[in-house]
């Protein structure tokens, strides 16, 4: 009767592993007790059984339906490494892609849970992918759109629309070294692969962070020009 009264008060649970690991140990208890009446043999039973198996039941169902959403992302995370492999194939370096780029890696980061065996293979595929595309246009498209600068920058008209381009810029990078810093928290440090990935995405960070004083210091030549101006 206590054992019946342990399963009955797990069953409405929905700490799916833990209460299973200890209904499954209560079950092989169960077991290693002696016989009782008759009379009351079937009745425990029956209340026993029936609290571990309307656990399992809704877990089984829960855990279904997580497992088919898990697939359903594992698509749409294939889906844009299939964009990211197009963009980088196609080997434009400018504005454009450069916000692609940032919106699939948006997109990538709102999208949940995948199977547990994907999740690395896509992860390396993905930031590979994203490493590429970034050394390839990401500072070309910074330095684009200060070489706009310094040559349209004559007229106070270029200068405000110079301006509005090298905020975007700004915010841009910004949310670039928040997604490396997301990134951080999902790697292992404690391996020596681990420490590599880090240190990687560390440097990068570090780079974007440059760039980004980079950016502040041209808006500034900016506001001092249009300030001379006035």
């Known amino acids: 009767k206590a054992f019946c009264e ?6 409405e ?9 200890i209904l499954t140990k209560l079950q092989k208890e169960w077991k290693n007790i ?5 009379k009351h043999s079937d009745a425990v039973w029956k209340r026993f059984i029936g609290a571990c198996d309307y656990f399992f039941e809704r877990k089984n169902k829960a855990t279904s339906s997580q497992r ?22 196609a080997g434009t370096a ?7 780029v940032r919106a699939l890696m948006k997109e990538w980061n709102a999208i949940g849970f995948v199977p547990f065996k ?12 994203v490493d590429k595309l970034f050394d390839r246009l990401h500072l070309s498209a910074t330095e684009k759109r200060l070489s706009s600068v310094r040559t349209n ?7 405000y629309r ?6 975007r810029t700004y915010e841009g990078l910004k949310n670039d070294i928040q997604t490396y810093e997301n990134n951080l928290g999902f790697l292992n440090s404690s391996s020596k692969k681990g420490n590599t990935l880090v240190a990687d995405i560390t440097r990068k960070i570090e780079r974007l962070k440059k760039d980004m004083e980079l950016v502040l210091k041209k808006i500034k030549d900016i506001d001092e020009s249009l300030k001379e101006k006035e």
């Open 6 to 11: 342990k399963a009955e008060a797990l069953k």
């Open 13 to 21: 649970s929905t700490d799916w592993k833990e209460t299973a690991e």
């Open 34 to 38: 002696g016989p009782v009446a008759k």
């Open 68 to 89: 088919s959403e898990e697939v359903e992302n594992l698509s749409k995370k294939e889906d844009i490494i299939k964009r990211m492999a197009a963009l980088e194939a």
């Open 94 to 100: 400018d504005d454009a892609t450069a916000e692609q």
């Open 118 to 129: 994907e999740k690395d293979r896509l992860y390396k595929e993905f930031h590979a992918l």
């Open 153 to 159: 920058g004559n007229k106070e008209g270029n200068l």
């Open 162 to 167: 110079d301006r509005e381009r090298l905020v």
